[in-house]
Structures are given as C-alpha cells and as structure tokens.
C-alpha cells in the first residue's frame, strides 16, 4: 500500500505541476542587454544634446568662445606688462628730472647768493675808495663777518673779508684766529682754533689787497655757540691786527 501511495503522490492528480520553458542561447540574452543598454545611452545622448540645443549651447561655437576668450587673455596680458614698463621708465625719467630740478635750484641758489655777496662786494669797495682807501687797526679791516649753523650737528660756516687798505703797498702774511665761547652741560667754554694739527690750510692768510675767508669749523654736537671772535695776526707778531665779534644768542 505504502508504494501504491507514493506512485500515486508522485504521478497521479496529487502531483506537483511542472512548467516548461523554453531556454534561449547566454550569448542571445546578453546581446539583448547589451542592446538595451546602448539604447537606453543613445537616447540619453540624444536627450542631452537635444537638451543643449534648445538652451543655446553648441560645442563649437563654445570651443571659439573659449579660443577668443584666452587670445584676449593673453593680448591683455602682453598690454599690461608693456604699460608696466612704459611706468617704470616714467618714473625713472620722473627722479631724473627732480634730481635734475633739486640741483639747478641748488645751483641757482648758490649763484644767487654769490652774486648778492659780489653785490656787496663791489658796494663796500665802492665806499672804500670813495671814503680814501683808508682803514684802522694798521691798514687791515675785517667786513662782513657772518657765522650760521651748517647742515651737520655741531658744525658752523664762517664768512668774512679782510681788507688791507691802499696805505700799505706790501703782500699781508698772518693768519686767521677764532674764539669760540661756547656752552655746553651747562658750563662755558672756550675754543681757540685752530689747534694742533688744524693749523695752516684756510687759516692762512695772503693778499696784498683783499681776501675773502670762507670755511667751517665743529664743535661737539651738544654744545651751544653763543659767540664767536675773529681775530687777524700778522707773521712774527702775537698782536691783532684786526678784530671782530658776532653773537649767536
């Protein structure tokens, strides 16, 4: 009975149903998925380009744009290095021509001032030999006798002439002498130049009618000139000859 059953179980109307399929080719199937992944591409490609289409963009036309955008790039480029040089030549020619301006005032400046001291130069002969030719202090005269502060701390310029006066025929031989009375940390001093190894050079003096004295002479840079002698000795004699003073403050 238990066969009889199981025959029964497995062939009769209690049987599972079977399906039958037919299978297709594995190259048959992939060539299907394969076409149907290229198709799903193609009309995504074509959407896409359709896509820009409609918005206006083309491939070709943005490649020319892109080519001219870089021409213009670099064309603007090339301007601005040439202006960036044209600009550094102008401001080279800019300090050349205020250097240039700096010394023509300065040389204007200096020939201004020489050409007022020739001025009183020609003024006090003018009066000298109107008024004789004749001086005191034994025939040597000291004339504008100026002293100011120069440019460096501590450092002073001097101006004179020293005139010999018609009476004496002879060549004046002497030197000039300055006494300085200065103040410094609150104590008076006094400096008699020149000294040591500053004797001779500007000091010395020789004319037989006239010579003008410029020149420079330093003190230390925290001291004050309050005033300042000039004094002209004759060779061989420890006498003045001639003196004058001026206060600086």
Same mark, same amino acid.
């Given at each position: 009975?238990?066969?009889?059953?199981?025959?029964?179980?497995?062939?009769?109307?209690?049987?599972?149903?079977?399906?039958?399929?037919?299978?297709?080719?594995?190259?048959?199937?992939?060539?299907?998925?394969?076409?149907?992944?290229?198709?799903?591409?193609?009309?995504?490609?074509?959407?896409?380009?359709?896509?820009?289409?409609?918005?206006?963009?083309?491939?070709?036309?943005?490649?020319?744009?892109?080519?001219?955008?870089?021409?213009?790039?670099?064309?603007?480029?090339?301007?601005?290095?040439?202006?960036?040089?044209?600009?550094?030549?102008?401001?080279?020619?800019?300090?050349?021509?205020?250097?240039?301006?700096?010394?023509?005032?300065?040389?204007?400046?200096?020939?201004?001032?020489?050409?007022?001291?020739?001025?009183?130069?020609?003024?006090?002969?003018?009066?000298?030999?109107?008024?004789?030719?004749?001086?005191?202090?034994?025939?040597?005269?000291?004339?504008? #006798? %100026? /002293?100011?502060? &120069? =440019?460096?701390?501590?450092?002073?310029?001097?101006?004179?002439?020293?005139?010999? !006066?018609? @009476?004496?025929?002879?060549?004046?031989?002497?030197?000039?002498?300055?006494?300085?009375?200065?103040?410094?940390?609150?104590?008076?001093?006094?400096?008699?130049?020149?000294?040591?190894?500053?004797?001779?050079?500007?000091?010395?003096?020789?004319?037989?009618?006239?010579?003008?004295?410029?020149?420079? #002479? %330093? /003190?230390?840079? &925290? =001291?004050?000139?309050?005033?300042?002698?000039?004094?002209?000795?004759?060779?061989? !004699?420890? @006498?003045?000859?001639?003196?004058?003073?001026?206060?600086?403050?």
């Amino acid at each position: 009975m238990s066969l009889l059953r199981r025959f029964k179980r497995k062939f009769g109307i209690a049987a599972r149903r079977v399906a039958v399929h037919t299978r297709a080719p594995w190259y048959l199937r992939w060539g299907l998925i394969l076409a149907g992944f290229t198709f799903t591409a193609a009309m995504g490609w074509l959407a896409f380009d359709a896509g820009r289409t409609l918005a206006g963009f083309q491939s070709g036309k943005a490649a020319a744009e892109q080519t001219r955008l870089i021409e213009e790039i670099a064309h603007v480029q090339d301007e601005n290095a040439e202006l960036r040089s044209q600009l550094a030549a102008l401001e080279r020619q800019t300090q050349i021509d205020q250097a240039t301006h700096g010394n023509l005032a300065n040389q204007i400046k200096a020939l201004t001032d020489e050409n007022a001291l020739l001025k009183e130069d020609v003024a006090f002969f003018q009066t000298l030999m109107t008024s004789g030719g004749e001086s005191g202090g034994g025939g040597i005269s000291i004339n504008r #006798f %100026r /002293v100011r502060q &120069d =440019a460096l701390p501590g450092e002073y310029r001097y101006q004179l002439l020293i005139v010999q !006066s018609r @009476t004496r025929s002879r060549e004046f031989q002497g030197k000039l002498q300055l006494v300085v009375n200065l103040e410094r940390e609150g104590q008076q001093q006094v400096l008699v130049l020149p000294q040591g190894e500053e004797k001779g050079g500007p000091y010395n003096l020789s004319f037989k009618f006239y010579q003008r004295v410029d020149g420079v #002479f %330093r /003190v230390p840079p &925290d =001291a004050m000139v309050r005033r300042v002698q000039v004094r002209v000795m004759e060779n061989g !004699s420890d @006498t003045p000859k001639s003196s004058q003073t001026v206060n600086l403050s």
